[in-house]
């Protein structure tokens, strides 16, 4: 192997490392980072980093526009570019303050991978976003089957996304100790919860009613009277695999432990929204529908700030900016109705306390 190709090694193996223990970034971003730069190395083919100059650069930028998704054809998406662009741009950012290093890297050089403005600026927009309605969540929980114990689970963990907020990362990592049926709400300790950043939280239930409601409190009876589990076992235990009737692996009901990542529990989801006959939502959508739900409930200042904490934000805005776009058609029926009502009044300019 070429001395150059080592040292390529070397250096990027230093850069993961200190993007975990020097910033403090998360396995999944780490990864990331990794798979970025792996697609720099498969594109440089054994070239040493330290001779990076602005039109190897803008070689590699014309490189990722004509790549294509492996998984769909489609060429890659300007996020997906833009992110690659940033996690290498990071990787040389870093060398240029390293032994060995600095004397043959340039910042101006390094400033050639900087993603265009008009793709950056569409990937930091706030576009509404399709998401289920109150209407059509409560609708799809009636319907979903209930016979078997991981239809039952499936059904109780949707209930459960929509009354808490939760991201589907942090809700496999729950334990039953973490719920509190009797006061309606959820703690979320960052120390052994997934949640964004660690943070530890508590959310009380959203007002979704009292069916979704039992739903979760029926399946937290069975999970302890029916199969036996404590407070340090998973609220939503993975499926149990085994040799079934027909000799052929299959499920045969719950097991004490908890997925090992969220992709089964997005799966679940979607496929109940298709099942359903409803568009196949992602459970990123939840909070979006639960931004919506504060339109019916919130009138108070008071009021968005405490359905914002509930949220786990600490800044109300967080919310707004996030998850409060007002859909293209709700907009133009406001607006029409501000040209028709014309300016308030000024008694109606104060806003309740």
Known sequence: MPKHTLDNLRIKRKHLVWLKDAKGLSQSSIDKAAASIAIYDKWLKGKDYRAFHSERARAFKRHLQGLRNDRT???????????????????????????????????????????????????????????????????????????????????????????????????????????????????????????????????SFFPFGDDVERILRDWITELCQDHLFSDTDPLFPKTRVAVGPSRRFEAVGIAREPWAGPSSAARIFKQAFVNAGLPPFSPHRVRDTIAELAKLHCR??????????????????????????????????LMARFRHQGPMLEDDQVIEQ
């Open 73 to 203: 054809g489609a060429p890659l998406s300007a996020a997906t570019i833009n992110g690659v662009l940033r996690d290498v741009m990071k990787l040389f950012d870093w060398m240029a303050d390293q032994p060995g290093y600095k004397s043959r890297i340039s910042r101006s050089d390094i400033a050639y991978l900087t993603p265009d403005r008009k793709s950056e600026q569409a990937r930091r927009s706030t576009l509404w976003k399709p998401h289920p309605s109150p209407e059509q969540v409560n609708h799809l929980l009636s319907i979903m089957p209930a016979e078997t114990v991981i239809q039952r689970r499936d059904r109780a963990l949707i209930a459960f996304l929509f009354l808490t907020g939760s991201r589907e990362g942090a809700a496999i990592t729950l334990r039953l100790g973490h719920v509190d049926p009797a006061h309606k709400c959820v703690q979320f300790d960052g120390r052994s919860v997934d949640t964004k950043f660690g943070k530890s939280f508590t959310t």
């Open 300 to 333: 108070t200042p008071e009021d968005y700030k405490a359905w914002s904490q509930n949220m786990g934000h600490d800044d109300v805005m967080t919310t707004f900016s996030s998850y409060g776009s007002v859909s293209p058609g709700r907009q133009v029926e």
